[in-house]
């Protein structure tokens, strides 16, 4: 059973564009929500993240949107730059399982100049 | 701020061998991760540590991987014996989640395993 799903194993965008990452959940006790980047054997690095209480949270060029009804969330990347190309992974957490994390399959994200 | 470190970076092993994972969490953070990350998929978490005590444990297959964190800082994970599937990346990450329980995990470079 996916809890978490990224429904788009990649996505090609033009540089200075707008890259637009998708979520979905299942588990309507998810409280907390992270975007998380990954590049070639590298770890994953924390990118930015949202409480349930809120819809919008913003951070430079990085701003994550909550749709708490739809069980939905998006990463929007504007402007996209080349070294945004990585895989970026969405995840979950609720406040009764010590804040576990259940991840997504990790969408691809390619910048074309 | 010295990373996550992990140990080694590759290990090629034949099936049945054993192996073993090492990792020092970032100073001062209580909590610690082991996740095993097969190519295509997110990382599914196999064993957390509050201090050097487990927190969650379910999805680690206790019939052939074992984890400890002595003392509360370095931990090592160790499968015995391997089989092909168990080809993965294995992750480690580690929180200040005791201290606010939003924070997020770092995470080190993983270990890519590969069982022949």
């Known amino acids: 059973d996916q809890q978490v799903k990224q429904n788009s194993p990649s996505l090609s965008v033009q540089e200075g564009r707008i890259s637009i990452l998708n979520c979905d959940y299942t588990?309507?006790?998810?409280?907390?929500f992270l975007w998380y980047k990954k590049y070639p054997a590298e770890g994953p690095t924390f990118l930015i993240s949202?409480?349930?209480i809120k819809d919008k949270n913003e951070d430079g060029r990085f701003t994550v949107f909550l749709n708490k009804s739809a069980k939905h969330l998006s990463l929007h990347i504007v402007p996209s730059q080349p070294g945004d190309s990585a895989v970026y992974f969405c995840?979950?957490?609720?406040?009764?399982?010590?804040?576990?994390?259940?991840w997504g399959a990790g969408t691809k994200l390619i910048i074309k100049p | 701020e010295a990373g996550v470190a992990q140990s080694p970076r590759y290990k090629i092993i034949e099936k049945r061998q054993s192996v073993a994972f090492w990792c020092n969490p970032i100073?001062?953070?209580?909590?610690l991760y082991w996740y095993q990350q097969i190519l295509g998929q997110g990382p599914k978490l196999l064993i957390q540590f509050q201090n050097n005590g487990v927190v969650d444990d379910s999805q680690l297959p206790k019939d052939r991987f074992s984890a400890e964190r002595l003392k509360g800082v370095d931990s090592t994970l160790k499968i015995q014996p391997a089989k092909l599937e168990d080809s993965a990346v294995y992750l480690c990450a580690s929180s200040d989640w005791g201290r606010d329980r939003k924070a997020e995990a770092f995470f080190g470079q993983g270990t890519r395993l590969t069982v022949v």
């Open positions: 995840a979950a957490s609720t406040m009764d399982s010590n804040y576990q994390l259940i």
């Open positions: 949202i409480s349930s």
């Open positions: 100073s001062g953070h209580a909590t």
């Open positions: 588990n309507s006790m998810f409280d907390y």
